[in-house]
């Protein structure tokens, strides 16, 4: 329980009581006040070896945690200083799967689980969320944890649309919490290298960068409907959440609802771009700004989409032509040479020179052992992740401006300062989509 003092007694009645919905920290601390200190005191209570005393623990929590969220959810279980105390979602085959996971690692059964967030975010004894929804569910879900007073760590892509992207960001400021976007490459040791070897003049001047996308989908047709579960084992209605209505199928629930426009954020570009192109705006210096305008371009059997930064450097979307050196690759081009890298955390590079300057070893693999440890050490001191809500609304929303000049065809001016596009009515109407009732924000 993150900034609550180590009273070993209520420590000690903790084990009695468990997780009531009812007993928050203030009133757990006045229920035992003058109660007898126990004969017998477990080490871990204290913080003898290698544990961390419970006062001075992360309590966690999430929202939606399946295949991707499982992972992080596994690396954050990994962390001493975490415990995970509560599980909401949708689905009853989610919950009861996330509260074995979390009461394996807890040695205990006291995972609590819920189907609405706001019961579950109603708890004072939770420090933080972990939130690894659909893309719908990103934005409103983060908002609503964050409004009830909790740090966020929120997978990507965090807004469905630039004005919730912008609402998110927002949101994060008003209530000074920390936020950490779930672009875990940005904690990876080959990505930082080439980001920064870019920044500091490594490759002389920059003059283009390739981030790597997704085929691009954007889809408005229904799946077949077929006869809804009971609310108790899916809750369709709220599976749905801000998205439109629409019959049910299981196969939207079992991650088919991808490249379906209701559901996916920016015709599934931000799927890799959100990544990737974070990447390239770190390398240049663009943190807090975007490209000026965006152009698709007509490659038979690819999606290539043109940017230009306000500087004159140049940005590639696109999903072929690599290297082979893992998923999410990019690209960096200067001057004076170039270095491309992927998830297989080898980096190639043009010369002896800038070989001689690679990092030893090299991070390998998306598990985001860093990521999740940055988000976790900025609870504790209120720092900045790096993946900030600042970083991930400029990176967020030039994906989205790309995607929206792809789902046009045609090309987009952009204005980075006021965010939006330039005499363009069509594309603004784009920033923003309807959401359902009562589920928006």
Not at 217 to 228: I, V
Not at 265 to 287: E, I, P, V
């Amino acid at each position: 329980m993150l900034g609550v003092s180590g009273d070993i007694q209520s420590q000690r009645v903790m084990v009695v009581f468990g997780n009531s919905d009812k007993l928050n920290r203030r009133r757990f601390t006045q229920a035992t006040a003058g109660m007898s200190i126990p004969t017998f005191i477990p080490g871990s209570a204290l913080g003898l070896g290698d544990a961390v005393a419970p006062s001075e623990r992360i309590r966690l929590a999430g929202i939606g945690i399946r295949n991707r969220g499982s992972k992080v959810l596994g690396a954050m279980l990994a962390q001493p200083d975490v415990q995970f105390v509560a599980i909401c979602d949708v689905r009853a085959d989610r919950r009861a799967a996330v509260k074995k996971m979390a009461d394996d690692a807890n040695g205990n059964d006291q995972c609590a689980t819920y189907i609405d967030m706001h019961e579950m975010l109603d708890r004072d004894d939770i420090d933080a969320v972990v939130i690894a929804t659909g893309d719908r569910w990103h934005a409103p879900a983060s908002i609503h944890a964050l409004q009830a007073g909790k740090d966020v760590y929120c997978e990507k892509p965090c807004g469905i649309t630039i004005e919730m992207c912008q609402k998110l960001a927002d949101t994060v400021e008003r209530h000074g919490r920390v936020f950490q976007a779930g672009t875990q490459r940005r904690n990876q040791n080959h990505f930082a290298h080439a980001c920064r070897l870019a920044q500091s003049g490594g490759l002389g001047n920059i003059e283009t960068v390739h981030a790597s996308i997704y085929e691009l989908a954007n889809r408005h047709d229904w799946l077949p409907a077929q006869p809804a579960p009971a609310p108790e084992v899916i809750d369709w209605d709220r599976w749905l959440g801000p998205a439109p209505w629409r019959p049910f199928n299981q196969s939207y629930v079992d991650g088919r609802w991808r490249g379906y426009h209701d559901f996916d954020s920016g015709a599934k570009l931000l799927d890799w771009g959100a990544h990737t192109l974070d990447l390239c705006q770190w390398a240049c210096g663009q943190d807090g700004s975007m490209p000026v305008e965006w152009e698709p371009q007509h490659v038979p059997g690819d999606n290539v989409i043109h940017g230009r930064y306000g500087n004159g450097v140049k940005v590639v979307l696109r999903k072929s032509g690599w290297l082979g050196l893992g998923t999410c690759p990019i690209r960096l081009e200067g001057t004076d040479g170039w270095i491309e890298t992927g998830d297989s955390g080898r980096l190639a590079v043009s010369n002896d020179r800038l070989r001689g300057e690679l990092p030893t070893p090299a991070d390998a693999g998306t598990i985001p052992w860093k990521h999740v440890r940055d988000f976790f050490d900025c609870v504790k001191t209120r720092g900045q992740t790096r993946a900030n809500a600042n970083v991930m609304r400029s990176s967020h929303l030039a994906c989205h401006m790309a995607a929206i000049s792809w789902i046009l065809g045609r090309k987009v001016l952009v204005d980075p300062a006021q965010e939006g596009f330039i005499g363009d009515d069509q594309a603004n109407r784009m920033c923003r989509r309807a959401m359902r009732a009562p589920y928006g924000v």
